[in-house]
């Protein structure tokens, strides 16, 4: 499986299809196998949990609310490998008005890049990460 982001200084150490590597645990769903949290992670102060609320290829608002509450400046959202996930206009106005400045939509490799960056700046940050299309 080849290895589509990587950064040894984390929390997210490792990203390849439908699997992360997160301060040492893995998180993946390949071939129906599950460890961890899977491939649909929510990360906010470097830990882990499941995306659980995120179906089909479309987000809607109820798919993202669960970072409504957690004091954060910054959510990034990981499209998918090729990016296949879509944002609607409702979504993106709903982010906002729950008072998230800034929002970032990037293939899933690239999301993971930044929200390390992010993280290491010591900004208030969040990752919604689909891990596979």
Same mark, same amino acid.
């Given at each position: 499986?080849?290895? #589509?982001? $990587?950064? *040894? &200084?984390? *929390? !997210?150490?490792?990203?390849? =299809?439908? $699997?992360?590597?997160? /301060? @040492?645990?893995? +998180?993946? $769903? ?5 460890? &961890?949290? @899977? ?9 882990? $949990? !499941? =995306?659980?609320? /995120?179906? @089909? +290829?479309? #987000?809607? *608002? /109820? ?5 409504? %509450?957690? %004091? !954060? ?9 090729? @990016? /296949? !996930? ?12 729950? &008072?998230?400045?800034?929002?970032? #939509?990037?293939?899933? *490799? ?20 689909? &891990?596979?299309?």
């Amino acid at each position: 499986m080849e290895t #589509l982001f $990587k950064d *040894p &200084g984390g *929390p !997210i150490e490792e990203f390849s =299809w439908g $699997k992360y590597v997160i /301060r @040492g645990e893995v +998180h993946e $769903k390949n071939n129906g196998k599950k460890q &961890g949290k @899977g491939k649909d992670i929510y990360l906010v102060d470097g830990k882990a $949990k !499941i =995306w659980k609320e /995120r179906e @089909g +290829h479309t #987000l809607e *608002p /109820r798919m993202v609310s669960r970072v409504f %509450d957690k %004091d !954060i400046n910054t959510l990034i959202i990981g499209l998918g490998v090729y @990016g /296949r !996930i879509n944002c609607t206009e409702e979504t993106k106005k709903e982010i906002r008005k729950n &008072g998230i400045d800034e929002l970032i #939509l990037l293939k899933t *490799p690239e999301a993971c890049k930044i929200y390390n960056e992010y993280y290491h700046q010591g900004k208030k940050v969040a990752l919604l990460a689909h &891990g596979t299309c």
